[in-house]
């Protein structure tokens, strides 16, 4: 399957002190579809995160935004930092990452130099899980029609949140995981950029998912061991992530169009691609079959490609908590969410609009 791509930001990816905080121009070409930028730490603002909203914004890519959370801080002013920013900025993906190991920087310090037992700086894992999970339900509560991931990783459960994976399935999961870490590498070319792109693999996230976790929406793939190409300057890197759907199935969530809006004009489409464009338009406007407007009710719900309660028959796609789909035709208990293809889910788990 051909993935939904982009990239995720914070106040470490500046391009240059005195050029554009990023350019993407050269990575516009290849069609991304988002960026998601840090905005908020604990109770206080990303130094730059405004910044790095605007070059979305210009570029014209979907923006997502995230907060770094701290269970040790008290939740609600977290929250009211955080719901400033969506906001100001009403993106359609708002994040919460969960990855606080230790009580504070100098605590850490402390117990990697041996000064203190490692055990009196890290955060106890009932504490990460407990207040992580209430911080997103109270986001969730505030935000019901938006899209909550929440960002984790497979080394970070293990070893220091064993309890989140009690409740990992409660949210669309954004998962850290690297198959190309070691050693850190520069990318030479934008084709050998694209093949590491087109070379991930259903197995290679498997491999990395965290306890609890049966699936995820999004994969952030590649981290500061990638460097991009010219005309990049050497060790430049961004995050790279891959959206589990299609660029027509993200952008017919979230808008937008891959490569969003180049602010010189350079992108937009040729004649062959508004004719395209103007073709789909077309078959869009034919009346849709009559259906009845239902909302997910529970936070991880099966799609299926027949009817029955076998494991052969789920499709690997998810409705989530909040999502509203139009249901077709009701039979053995499930419904029909495709108005041509075979794709049910249980009536149980779904309510009227």
């Not at 002013?77 to 400033?84: V, Y």
């Not at 053995?332 to 108005?339: A, C, E, K, T, W």
Request: some cysteine.
């Amino acid at each position: 399957m051909k993935r939904a791509w982009g990239f995720d930001v914070s106040h470490w990816n500046v391009q240059s002190k005195d050029g554009p905080i990023i350019d993407y121009g050269p990575l516009i070409k290849l069609k991304p579809s988002f960026v998601i930028v840090k905005v908020t730490d604990g109770a206080a603002f990303d130094s730059r995160h405004e910044q790095h909203i605007a070059a979305v914004q210009q570029a014209g890519l979907v923006l997502g935004v995230y907060h770094w959370f701290w269970p040790t801080l008290q939740l609600q002013p977290q929250l009211d930092t955080f719901a400033q920013v969506i906001d100001k900025f009403d993106p359609p993906i708002i994040v919460v990452d969960n990855e606080q190991v230790y009580k504070s920087s100098k605590l850490r310090d402390q117990a990697k130099s041996g000064d203190i037992p490692m055990s009196e700086a890290i955060i106890p894992p009932d504490q990460i899980s407990s207040k992580g999970r209430q911080f997103m339900r109270l986001l969730r509560d505030r935000y019901p029609h938006k899209l909550l991931l929440n960002y984790t990783a497979d080394w970070f459960v293990k070893t220091y949140a064993k309890p989140m994976s009690e409740w990992l399935d409660e949210f669309p999961l954004w998962l850290a995981a690297y198959p190309y870490e070691k050693p850190p590498r520069f990318v030479q070319s934008w084709d050998e950029f694209m093949a590491l792109r087109e070379g991930l693999t259903e197995q290679m996230i498997r491999d990395r998912m965290p306890p609890g976790a049966n699936q995820w929406l999004f994969w952030q793939w590649g981290a500061d061991k990638l460097y991009l190409p010219p005309p990049y300057p050497t060790h430049f890197n961004i995050d790279l992530n891959v959206y589990n759907g299609t660029p027509e199935e993200f952008h017919a969530r979230f808008g937008g169009q891959p490569g969003g809006i180049a602010g010189d004009g350079k992108n937009q489409p040729d004649e062959k691609e508004k004719t395209e464009e103007k073709g789909k338009s077309e078959e869009k406007e034919q009346p849709e079959p009559v259906g009845v407007r239902f909302i997910c009710t529970t936070g991880q719900l099966h799609i299926r490609s027949r009817p029955d309660v076998l494991k052969e028959t789920e499709t690997g796609k998810f409705l989530f908590k909040g999502d509203e789909v139009m249901v077709y035709e009701i039979a053995n208990g499930f419904g029909r969410i495709d108005p041509v293809e075979s794709r049910w889910v249980g009536m149980k788990f779904m309510k009227p609009a």
